[in-house]
């Protein structure tokens, strides 16, 4: 673990590992700030439609001279690029846009079989899954960095109501982390503490206020996606670690 950044580790799944990143919190030190005034990528699909709005609003507020850009799209992401090409997009914007900075949420649609460039199918949980999603992870990571970016933060999935759909996003943290321990500029960002249970790391629907003791929505109902609250928890926390001012 990089100490100075507050880093996810890379070991540590289950209870543990909730636990710890409950203790570590989800800071990433300002040796890893935003550049200044330089425009921002807010890229990913569902999980990313609320977060970047809220972020769009934090930065109005506080950093009003940082261009955000915001491309969220609903059920897409790495394992379809067949039906949206993520890695052509991300061309796209980056030719377009010249950022310095993404902030990307790719994965929570990603339990799914893929096609192979061979034309081949791997199934989910296969060895070949992994390789291949591996692959499209560092690929798109890659990207980014050819396209401009001097720094990209992926915003690792949170714990999910279901055990299926948590245990996948597990799979795809660790993934996420593996590839950004190779690849310098890139940082995965662990938010979990902001909307999980303060006791025992996993998912939860409500949180109370710190300010008003009153109980707060911030998951969807339907187990996966942020309310605009916890969306807004999650902009305040990003804005604090990247764009804070000395």
Known sequence: MRKENRLVSRKGLGLGWMIASILLGCCIGNAFAAPAN?????????MMKLP???????LAKTQPSVKAISFATIGTGLAR??????????????????????????GANDRQPMQLPSGGIVALGSPEWKTEYTHRIGEAMDRLIAG?????????????RDTIVSEH????????????????GVRVYDFS??????????YTEHLMDPKTAAAIRVRDPDGIHLTPDGARRLATALIK?????P
Do not use: Y
């Open 52 to 58: 970047s709005l809220a972020i769009e609003r934090e």
């Open 193 to 202: 503490s902001l909307v999980a249970d303060r006791r025992t790391g996993g």
């Open 241 to 245: 670690e990247f764009w804070a001012t």
């Open 169 to 184: 996003a597990q799979q795809v943290n660790e993934i996420l982390k593996e590839a950004a321990a190779s690849r310098p």
């Open 81 to 106: 690029l067949d039906a949206f090409d993520w890695l052509g997009k991300i061309d796209e914007l980056c030719a377009q846009e010249h950022p310095k900075m993404a902030v990307v949420a790719l």
């Open 38 to 46: 330089s425009p921002v990528l807010l890229l990913g699909d569902s």
């Open 148 to 160: 401009g970016c001097e720094q990209v933060v992926w915003l690792l999935l949170p714990p999910m």
